[in-house]
Every structure is written in C-alpha cells, then in structure tokens.
C-alpha cells in the first residue's frame, strides 16, 4: 500500500513541480489543494485532512527551498543583509502560525486558503502591485516582517514568496535579490512550521498511520522526490509562452483551485 501511494504522490509531484516551475510560484500554493483532494480520496479523517494536506505541503517545501535557494546563491542574488533579521522573524512566526492552525476548524482554514488563493489569481490577472511605498527597514522591523511572514506562510502551507518577495522589493532590493532571498527565507519558514505541525500532531490519534504528526510521510517522500525535478522543465516550458499568457494560465489556475477547495 505504501509503496502504491508513493508512486500516487510522486505523480502528484510531477504535477505540483510543473506548475510551480512553469509559473514561478511555490509549490505549497499548488501542492495543498491537491492534497486535500488525495487524502479525502484516502478515506483520511475528515476531522485532520486540512490540516495534514497544510503540514505536509510545508514540509515537502524544506527540499523544493534548499534547492531554489542554492539556485539563487551561485547566481549571487541572496541579500544576506535583508535575509537574516528577516529570517529570525520567520523563526517564530512560522513555528507560532503552525500551532495557531490547528486550533482552527479544517473547513474554515480550508475556505480562508481558497479566498487566499483567489486574491492571488485577481493579483496576478491585474497586475496589482503589493508595495506602493519605500520601507526603509532597520533590525526591529525587519525582524517585526519575518514573524508576519512567517506566521501567515505556515498557516496557509505556503513558502511565503507571496509576502516576502513585495517585502523586500519595498525594502529596495531589485526584482532578481528579491526572489532570490525570499527563496531563501523559505528554508526557515519550512523547518520551523513543520515542526510547529509536528509538535501540534504528535498525539491526535486520528491521524492516519505513517503519519509524523501533521507530516504524512508517504506524501512527503513521493512529492519530494519528483517536484524538485519537474520544476526544472517547468520553467523551461514557461519560456513556449508569452508573459501575457502565463499569467492568465496562472490566475485561471488559481480561480479553479479556489472554487475546488470551496466544494470539496
């Protein structure tokens, strides 16, 4: 059986790492819709399946980040500077944003990410910029951003370029630093909220075996595994597209989800 489901969530991963290559986005954004609907399919506990899609997103994201975030460092476009105040921040806002999660009902977190999923659609359809003004950042507000980002990030079981990115393009990092040390601060956001989802889990019983609390394993193995590599051709098919048309592939896909997740 586990060796089938791992062939199913590798397949998924395939997937999950096309579209995030091919959209220049986290995979979390694509990764936890689809584990919703795998794991209702499962027969998993209506009661844990919100928040083991979310914990398992997050954690799949440790390997997509490390990844990305190497990318990033051998083109120089990490700002070490703006990352690290940030990422003490993302410490404990991710770890804090995993345990307030599962605090919450799975059907209001489950439409809270659909409506989250939306915004983001309409953002990317219109073009809609997220900063409108320079912040002139210093270590108490750099620290103050990476524990919002990192809260909302663990939460929502995403890698947290949605905030980061327009964070430090505010700061006064050009677009290539931004994505590059946002891609960076997804490694914290990853470790610190799966094991806030870890920790939260440890003794729900309705959790399905092979689970390590909120971390459903066979998932994180199969997901892992292929993800990384899709998203390699994914960002090569990207560039069969025009900008105009990625984006409007990209919201619709967003629409979709939104409205999947409302009905499932």
Not at 251 to 257: D, R, V
């Amino acid at each position: 059986m586990m060796i089938d489901e791992i062939l199913i969530f590798g397949a998924l991963g395939i997937i999950a790492g096309l579209l995030a290559g091919m959209f220049g986005i986290g995979g979390g954004l694509i990764i936890v819709p689809v584990l919703i609907g795998t794991f209702i399919n499962l027969g998993f506990d209506s009661s844990v399946i919100v928040h083991l899609s979310i914990g398992t997103a997050i954690s799949c994201i440790i390997f997509t980040g490390l990844a990305s975030a190497n990318a990033h460092r051998n083109k120089k476009s990490i700002d070490f500077d703006h990352f690290k105040p940030v990422a003490t921040g993302i410490v404990f806002g991710a770890l804090a944003g995993a345990l307030f999660a599962v605090q919450i009902e799975g059907i209001f977190l489950k439409i809270s990410i659909a409506i989250f999923v939306f915004l983001v659609g309409i953002q990317i359809l219109f073009d809609i910029k997220l900063y409108s003004k320079r912040i002139i950042p210093n270590k108490s507000k750099s620290i103050f951003a990476g524990s919002i980002i990192g809260f909302l990030s663990s939460m929502l079981g995403i890698g947290g370029g949605t905030f980061s990115v327009p964070y430090f393009r505010a700061s006064g990092l050009k677009l290539t630093s931004s994505i590059g040390t946002s891609a960076a601060c997804g490694i914290p956001i990853a470790i610190f909220g799966t094991l806030g989802y870890i920790i939260a889990g440890v003794k729900v019983s309705e959790l399905p075996n092979l689970s390590l609390g909120y971390v459903y394993l066979p998932a994180l193995l199969g997901v892992s595994m292929t993800s990384v590599f899709a998203a390699k051709y994914g960002a090569e098919l990207a560039h069969y597209f025009s900008q105009l048309v990625l984006k409007r592939l990209m919201a619709m896909w967003f629409f979709i989800i939104s409205i999947y997740m409302i009905l499932v």
